[in-house]
């Protein structure tokens, strides 16, 4: 999915940010935001989470939720 996800931060930025979190290295932000399945994309807007996906999505579908989520 890292293809997908690079190609829709490419984009969407500088409108959206987006962010990696590698789980393995990270496992303390990892139970903090409750993310149990990779991949999971998660939209924070003020520092509170506004909507969540987990599973493969490709370019089109991530814009396409993410634009229906903004």
Do not use: C, Y
Request: proline letters at 7%; zero cysteines; a positive charge.
């Amino acid at each position: 999915m890292a293809p997908f996800f690079e190609s829709a931060a490419r984009q969407l930025e500088p409108r959206l940010r987006f962010a990696k979190l590698n789980t393995e290295e990270s496992p303390g932000p990892a139970a903090r935001f409750n993310i149990r399945s990779i991949p999971t994309m998660i939209v924070f807007r003020g520092g509170n989470e506004k909507a969540r996906h987990s599973g493969a999505m490709d370019t089109r579908a991530i814009t396409h939720w993410l634009q229906s989520v903004i």
